[in-house]
Every structure is written in structure tokens, then in C-alpha cells.
């Protein structure tokens, strides 16, 4: 049913993430950009209780003024409003007011550095262990230099291993060899950018032969 519902998601992430939601079902899972609901259904099909958190702003990427309620409309197509609590605000605002506790954290909201940062503070909520996912986290400039920021520098996070750009992370402290880790997938991100240029410039040939057979922008 989520691979009928427009978004950026791919079938071998959705696995990743339903997979992981389904560990620790029915405990709360918290998403950070919910947008059309192809994550949201994901998480809330593995039987988790999901805080969807989307602005649904009115901007030039993701705004019309009815993506809340096709959020909605696809959400009970799928069967699963019930487990769905939807917060029409920005991230950090909830994150304020939050104090229950999550078992999972699902980063796609704002894509800028500052705020991908910020965003990934919803893992104080988790305990020692628990997974976090942020997408994109090879394929868009903003969201790679806050994982490599937050690896190299905060210390809070396991750099784990990724499904495409979704990037799996543990909570607790990174050794040295898991830190390197994090720098071993630059390589990866700049492919990514090379690809998003040449798809831009209509040389899907040369993207092929980087291995990047979609017409669609990696992630
Ligand atoms: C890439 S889309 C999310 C895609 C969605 N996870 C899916 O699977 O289709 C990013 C979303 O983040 C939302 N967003 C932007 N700023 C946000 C913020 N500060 N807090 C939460 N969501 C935000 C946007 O409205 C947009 O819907």
C-alpha cells in the first residue's frame, strides 16, 4: 500500500524501516516529515504507534494546501489512522513539550544541516541501543554534513550501516573504528552528487555506467 503513495522512500528502505518498527512494536516510533504518509505507513503497518510530526508548510518543494488531509485520506485507505498521531507543527516544537518515552526515530524533515542536527536530538528520548534512521543521509549536502558532523564531533551516536542513503544509527558512543566508518561513505555521497548532476544535465548513459540505472535521484 506505501508504494502507491507518492515519495522518496524506496521498497528495500521500506523493508529496513518496517523491519525495525516491527522490533519494537506497539511502542512508540516517532517521524519527522511525514509528507504524502509513505513512511508513515510503513512504521504504522509493523503494528508501531506512530507520532508523525509534518508542518505541511506552503512552500515551493513540498507545500499545497491539501497535503494534510491526502496524508490523511492515504492513511485510512492503508487501514492504519488508529496508530497514527499526527502533529501539524515543526519538529522541535513537539520536541519541547515531549517527555515519553520512543523506541525508534525516524529523521525526514528539514533537509539544511542546522536543522537535520537538531532533529536527530529526538534521540535523547531513546534508550541506550535503539535505532534511529535519518534518510538521505548520502545523497543530500545538508543531511551528510550533519551525520558527519554529529559522528565526528557529539559522540551520542553508532553510525551503523545504510540501505541506499537511509542511514541507520544506534544510540551510544562510537568507537574510533565506527567513526571512520561514517567518513568511509563520503566516497558514496559524492557519486550520489555526480549522478543528481548528470540526471540534471539528461546524461542518464554516463549515470548508468556509475551504476545509477533510475530516472529518479538517488537516495
Ligand atoms: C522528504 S519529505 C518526507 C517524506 C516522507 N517521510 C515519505 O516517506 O514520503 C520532508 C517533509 O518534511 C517536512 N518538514 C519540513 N520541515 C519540517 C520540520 N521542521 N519538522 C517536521 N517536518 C518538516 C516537509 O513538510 C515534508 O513533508
Excluded at 511502542?27 to 503494528?47: M, Q, W
Excluded at 563520503?186 to 555506467?209: G, I, M, Q, S
Aim: glycine letters at 6%.
Amino acid at each position: 500500500m506505501a508504494g502507491t503513495v507518492d515519495g522518496w522512500l524506496t521498497e528495500a528502505q521500506a523493508r529496513a524501516l518496517y523491519d525495525a518498527a516491527r522490533r519494537v512494536a506497539p511502542a512508540t516510533v516517532v517521524e519527522l516529515g511525514s509528507h504524502l504518509g509513505r513512511s508513515t505507513i510503513v512504521l504504522a503497518a509493523a503494528g508501531a504507534s506512530v507520532t508523525a510530526i509534518d508542518p505541511f508548510p506552503d512552500d515551493w518543494r513540498y507545500g499545497r494546501p491539501d497535503t494534510e488531509e491526502r496524508f490523511r485520506s492515504h492513511l485510512a485507505r492503508a487501514g492504519v489512522a488508529d496508530r497514527v498521531d499526527l502533529h501539524v507543527a515543526i519538529s522541535r516544537e513537539v520536541r519541547d513539550g515531549w517527555s515519553a518515552p520512543v523506541r525508534l526515530v525516524y529523521v525526514d524533515a528539514k533537509h539544511d544541516m542546522w536543522s537535520c542536527l537538531d532533529d536527530m536530538r529526538w534521540s535523547r528520548f531513546l534508550t541506550a541501543g535503539d535505532a534511529f534512521f535519518v534518510h538521505d543521509a548520502f545523497s543530500s549536502l545538508g543531511v551528510t554534513l550533519a551525520v558527519l558532523r554529529d559522528t565526528l564531533t557529539t559522540g551520542r551516536h553508532t553510525y551503523i550501516g545504510r540501505t541506499g542513503s537511509l542511514a541507520r544509527f544506534v544510540v551510544g558512543r562510537p568507537t574510533a573504528a565506527q567513526r571512520a566508518r561514517v567518513l568511509r561513505e563520503v566516497p558514496w555521497f559524492v557519486r550520489n552528487l555526480v549522478v543528481k548532476v548528470l540526471l540534471r544535465l539528461r546524461l542518464r548513459p554516463v549515470a548508468r555506467v556509475l551504476g545509477h540505472h533510475d530516472t529518479a535521484d538517488p537516495y
